[in-house]
């Protein structure tokens, strides 16, 4: 079993950067495939990016590909979110997500994660 939180959320204005973090707990967080999830005010819960057990492989989501980069340190097990050109449309709360029963990637559907976080707010101003 994996605790997650996130941090590192925000007000920023539309162009800006954010750097989102999530701290794992417990064991063996390099078995757990990682995701990032949003959810805007008043739509579904939405994939983000999906990141690989190493780390070697990443997916986004067509709406932040180019702009957003999902990086993990196993070492110290966080995962991370980088974003940058930020658009009022990102504005939601983003959630981190592990799984570690499918041994598949990319995973990005919502339910085929087993561990959520808080979530983190992020809004930006236009």
């Known amino acids: 079993q994996v605790q997650l939180m996130e941090s590192g959320g925000g007000l920023v204005q539309a162009g800006g950067s954010l750097r989102l973090s999530c701290a794992a707990s417990g064991r063996a967080f390099r078995s757990y495939a990682m995701g990032w999830f949003r959810r805007a005010p008043g739509k579904e819960r939405e994939f983000v990016a999906a990141?690989?057990?190493?780390?070697?492989?990443?997916y986004y989501a067509d709406s932040v590909k180019g702009r957003f980069t999902a990086s993990r340190d196993n070492a110290k097990n966080t995962l991370s979110l980088q974003m940058t050109s930020l658009k009022p449309e990102d504005t939601a709360v983003y959630y981190c997500?592990?799984?570690?029963?499918?041994?598949?990637?990319?995973?990005?559907?919502?339910?085929?994660?087993?561990?959520w976080g808080q979530g983190t707010q992020v809004t930006v101003s236009s």
């Open positions: 990141i690989s057990w190493g780390g070697s492989s990443t």
């Open positions: 997500a592990a799984d570690s029963r499918r041994p598949k990637f990319p995973l990005t559907s919502w339910d085929e994660y087993d561990y």
